[in-house]
C-alpha cells in the first residue's frame, strides 16, 4: 500500500500548555477543571486558525486506552489532535511536506503568543518540526512513549513529596 506522512509531533514536557488537565480532588473540582482547560483549548485553536490562515473544524473526542483525544481536521487537508492529560502530545498529520511546514510555523506562532517568554519556550519552539515517515526522520510520539513519559511524571511527582 502506498503511504505518504508527513507530520508535526510536539510533547509539552514542561507542562507550559494552558489547556492541560490538571487533577483534582473530587468530581466537582474535575469538572470545573475540564471546562476551565476546554475554554482555554478553545482560545488555542481559534489563534492556531488565523495563523494558519484557515479554518480548523472540531471532529470530537476520543478516549482510547485511558488517553482523551480532542480531534480536528483542516479546512485544505489534514487532522490535527490533542492529548489532553498531561503531558500534552500535539499531533498534526498531512500528505504534504508543504503543508506540514506551513503548520509547523502557525503553531511556533501561535504557542508564542501564549506562552511566556523564557529560555525554555524557545526551546520548546525550536523543537517544533516536520517529520517524513517514508524518509526515516519518523520521531513520532506513539502511545507506548507517552505511557513512559505519563510513567515518569508520575514517579518524579511521588519522589517530590
Known amino acids: 500500500m502506498k ?5 508535526v509531533s510536539v510533547l509539552d514536557v514542561n507542562e507550559m ?3 492541560m488537565v490538571k487533577k483534582k480532588a473530587n468530581l466537582g473540582q474535575s469538572m470545573d477543571e475540564q471546562e476551565r482547560a476546554r475554554n ?3 482560545k488555542f485553536i481559534d489563534l492556531l486558525s488565523k495563523s494558519f490562515k484557515e479554518p480548523v473544524w472540531y471532529m470530537g473526542m476520543d478516549i482510547i ?5 480532542e480531534r480536528f481536521i483542516f479546512e485544505n487537508g489534514g487532522f490535527f489532535e490533542v492529548m489532553v492529560e498531561a503531558p500534552i502530545a500535539l499531533n498534526a498529520h498531512f500528505v504534504h511536506q508543504k503543508r506540514g511546514a ?6 511556533q506562532e501561535t504557542l508564542r503568543k501564549q506562552l ?14 516536520v ?3 517514508a524518509h526515516g526522520t519518523d520521531q513520532s510520539l506513539t502511545f507506548k512513549d507517552w505511557d513512559k513519559m505519563k510513567d515518569i511524571r508520575k514517579t518524579a511527582g511521588k519522589k517530590k513529596k
Open 3 to 7: 503511504t505518504r506522512h508527513f507530520f
Open 17 to 19: 500548555l494552558p489547556f
Open 40 to 42: 482555554e483549548l478553545e
Open 65 to 69: 486506552s485511558g488517553k482523551s483525544y
Open 102 to 107: 506551513q503548520f509547523a510555523k502557525a503553531l
Open 116 to 129: 511566556p517568554a523564557s529560555p525554555i519556550t524557545e526551546m520548546f519552539l525550536h523543537s517544533i518540526e
Open 131 to 133: 517529520q517524513d515517515e
